[in-house]
């Protein structure tokens, strides 16, 4: 039992153990945990920062509105493929077929939409099953059969790309025309609805974190300082604020156009960062998870069914990598029989490594995977706008990966040596 609770800290429950009476000791105790090597996401957030202000001092086009505007959009899909695979890294296993199960579930949406002219909900429900079906196998065949995950992935890597050639065609490809579909990437929230979903955001936020500290005050719980709830309440106040303020200019090239307003993939992301940490941070599901991740035999003798998490997690991250092939095809405005594959999912691993999730399991969060996520989008966006070779671009993001998993190791290390 103490090695499930000790690992259900990733969830966010430590703070229920960890008290601190001021805003003062709390900033103390933090720098003592990241001393000790709990570092959580922030040599990614401090990455991130960096890149921010080198490629803005480098290009002043980088900080405009349309580059700002285009990096989310570019984001969008590898951060969507990221959080789903945070949930396998959780367990310690790994999902090399999750690129190409977002390319093949794609491809059925994109057939039933030009092929059978179904509906944009029921080709997309399609194409969500789709992947949903794929990660069942895959779950069972690791929790029942005892087959490492890494080569039943494997396996399917190589199988579905030939299932996307059975279905396309060698060499052809599907135009998504259908406009629900494409306007996930290239439509925009009006303005107006912009600020009130910022605003609705941020209160909701707000009166979720005071009220989960009133509880916990009245119960006599452990706690956060109320100063450090304000500060967080700021924060994110402050960082939604500006983007919205933002992606809300108008960002048209030409003085004749107009385009204004959040791309309609943001909210999508937003909204699944919530639900997952939720589901991660707040349900029985999720310490069910971290448990597993951290110690699969003292999860089963707790009671927990460990081949049904392991099942339920590759599904679960199967379904949101059909999620992220849906969100690419809308981008490329096409489904074709190279979707999913080439680097897709090793941006995919690299966001979720570099944003703070451990290879080793029982160590992650949702969050994660849209800071990665934003680190890879940032590298080759800014690059991109210098000019630089594309070589440039693969050197950068795998030496970010490999510094990412080596503060992993040895933060690994500090914990274990400071009794974290």
């Known amino acids: ?48 920062l960096v890149l921010f202000i080198v490629f803005g001092l480098a290009n002043d086009r980088f900080l405009s509105a349309l ?91 190589l199988g579905l790309q030939g299932l996307i050639l059975k279905l396309i065609g060698d060499g052809g490809s599907v135009r998504v025309d259908q406009e629900v579909i494409k306007g996930i990437t290239k439509n925009n929230v009006p303005v107006m609805w912009g600020w009130i979903f910022a605003v609705v955001i941020i209160a909701v936020f707000a009166l979720l974190s005071l009220r989960s500290h009133r509880v916990k005050v009245s119960k006599g719980l452990q706690h956060q300082p109320i100063a450090v709830v304000f500060a967080q309440i700021g924060a994110v106040a402050v960082i939604l604020l500006v983007v919205t303020y933002v992606l809300n200019l108008n960002r048209a090239p030409n003085p004749g156009f107009v385009i204004e307003g959040i791309p309609y993939v943001l909210p999508l992301v937003i909204a699944l960062l ?28 707790a009671g927990i069914n460990v081949d049904r998490i392991r099942v339920s997690v590759f599904v679960l991250a199967s379904s949101m990598a059909a999620l992220s092939g849906v969100i690419a095809a809308s981008n490329l405005g096409k489904v074709s029989t190279s979707s999913g594959g080439s680097n897709t999912l090793l941006y995919a691993v690299g966001a979720a490594v570099i944003g703070g999730t451990s290879l080793f399991g029982g160590k992650g969060k949702a969050r994660d995977a849209v800071i990665g996520g934003l680190v890879i989008a940032t590298i080759a966006n800014g690059l991109g706008l210098l000019d630089q070779a594309a070589y440039i671009n693969f050197i950068v993001t795998g030496g970010v990966l490999l510094l990412a998993a080596s503060v992993d190791a040895i933060s690994r290390r500090r914990r274990s040596a400071s009794g974290l």
Request: net charge neutral; charged share 15%; aromatic share 8%.
């Open 1 to 48: 039992m103490t090695d499930i609770t000790t690992d259900a800290d990733e969830a966010g429950f430590a703070n229920d153990r960890t008290q601190s009476n001021t805003f003062g000791e709390a900033v103390r105790s933090y720098v003592n945990r990241v001393r000790g090597g709990d570092m959580g996401a922030l040599p990614a957030v401090a990455g991130l």
């Open 67 to 157: 580059n700002m505007a285009n990096l989310i959009t570019q984001a969008g899909a590898i951060i969507v493929l990221a959080m789903g695979l945070v949930l396998v890294l959780l367990l310690g296993d790994i999902d090399l077929s999750a690129g190409v199960t977002g390319g093949a579930s794609a491809s059925v949406m994109g057939l039933l939409i030009a092929k059978h002219d179904m509906p944009w909900g029921v080709a997309v429900l399609g194409a969500i099953v789709t992947g949903a079906v794929i990660g069942l196998v895959i779950g069972v065949l690791v929790s029942k059969l005892g087959i490492p995950s890494f080569v039943v992935t494997l396996a399917f890597f």
């Open 274 to 301: 919530i639900f997952w940490t939720f589901i991660l941070s707040r349900t029985s599901y999720g310490r069910h998870v971290y448990a597993v991740g951290g110690n699969p035999e003292a999860a089963r003798r």
